[in-house]
């Protein structure tokens, strides 16, 4: 295997985010926050197989049950306590997804009577469907790596979970749409709304999650997710995925991948939604660079989310490569192709992101240190993006 010249700085990068955030060497209480994690696991599995180093794996595995143990139980700050799910100490361990997981925010939840303060929310906990399908992901790549269904197991119960208690049916219109932020219990709605990508995100994962359960027949019904796929697909049906965030525009690339890796695993036929979110990638990145925002000096702008657009540019690559490859899996290969072709051209906004982070100098400021431990993962993730893009 040719090995990346980047892995230096990335091991370099991924060895310090485990010491600042309590994972090794272990720290009491760590600092765990779910999206972050969930890049940092697929990074660690890259790392292992890069270097075929077993203590990456274990630092993986490690993150996955400090993830657990931590965001799958309530704060020490509540008057709850022990897993979210209700159930006991041994049985939760089994079932640590079993009730969601904590966003893990610094403050606690907002309370049934308290106003809602739109600032404040953001530095409240809770529960993310974005986040919890991040998390469902690195799973699912965890499982891969491993052999070990155990991970996909958790993941399915999670999707399970999470899926009855974010999706509702609106009142005004009779249609399901999926809250954005739950209460850490899932009781309660604390953001209503729904996020732009949530439900293709579910969508697309639970796909990959009942692709990998059709291996084993024998497994229970409760983990069949067919329903649940069956709703997403409802909610997505004649929805504009276009935006003009570089975090949202790398997020649909990466989909656009994880769709076309779907295709070729199972023969979906989703060649229309594969060309929809490539029309809405091209569509946002020529409005965002309009913007030249990536001309402005490091303290006006979010590297994460800029690495989140570098490493939706290396998904482009690798579907240019999948589509070549799997001709047969696509019916509308010549549209897939053209537009996979303008795609590449955009290749060097990732190479400029990547190099501008790299300099010490931008990442003194506050933009960097106020968010250095998802800045950093999602660096890390961006100069070695396999572990997270490539899930089989």
Not at 1 to 10: F, I, T, Y
Not at 49 to 61: E, M, V
Not at 150 to 175: I, P, Q
């Amino acid at each position: 295997m040719k090995q990346n010249p980047s892995l230096p700085l990335v091991r370099q990068i991924m060895m310090e985010f485990a010491e600042q955030t309590g994972l090794s060497p272990v720290r009491r209480p760590p600092s765990r926050y779910l999206w972050t994690d969930a890049f940092a696991v697929c990074n660690f599995l890259e790392l292992y197989r890069q270097t075929g180093d077993d203590s990456f794996k274990s630092l993986a595995l490690s993150l996955v049950d400090q993830v657990h143990e931590t965001l799958g139980r309530h704060r020490e700050d509540d008057t709850r306590s022990g897993w979210i799910s209700g159930l006991g100490e041994d049985e939760g361990r089994l079932h640590p997804t079993a009730g969601g997981l904590r966003i893990g925010k610094e403050m606690n939840e907002r309370g049934p009577t308290d106003p809602f303060d739109e600032q404040m929310e953001w530095d409240r906990d809770g529960q993310y469907y974005h986040y919890l399908t991040k998390w469902m992901h690195a799973l699912q790549c965890v499982g891969t790596a491993t052999s070990d269904r155990t991970y996909n197991r958790w993941a399915r119960e999670l999707a399970r979970k999470v899926h009855a208690g974010f999706v509702f049916t609106s009142a005004l219109d009779g249609r399901k749409y999926i809250h954005w932020k739950m209460s850490i219990d899932l009781s309660r709605p604390l953001v209503p709304s729904m996020g732009l990508h949530d439900p293709l995100e579910g969508f697309i994962i639970y796909s990959q999650l009942q692709t990998d359960r059709s291996d084993e027949p024998q497994e229970s019904p409760q983990l069949d997710l067919s329903n649940e796929i069956k709703e997403l697909a409802e909610i997505c049906k004649g929805r504009s995925w276009a935006t003009e965030d570089p975090l949202g525009i790398g997020g649909l690339l990466c989909n656009a991948l994880q769709v076309a890796q779907l295709m070729v695993r199972d023969r979906s036929g989703q060649d229309k939604l594969l060309l929809a979110l490539l029309d809405s990638s091209l569509l946002g990145l020529e409005s965002y660079l309009n913007m030249n925002t990536l001309l402005l000096p490091a303290h006006y702008r979010l590297a994460f989310r800029e690495f989140g657009l570098s490493i939706g540019l290396h998904a482009v690559e690798r579907l240019q490569r999948l589509v070549q490859k799997e001709k047969d899996s696509f019916k509308e290969i010549a549209e897939l192709s053209i537009r996979i072709e303008k795609l590449m051209r955009y290749q060097p906004v990732g190479e400029q992101i990547e190099k501008f982070w790299q300099n010490e100098a931008n990442r003194e400021g506050d933009t960097w240190l106020e968010q250095r431990a998802i800045n950093m993962v999602m660096q890390a993730t961006s100069l070695a993006p396999d572990g997270f893009l490539q899930v089989s």
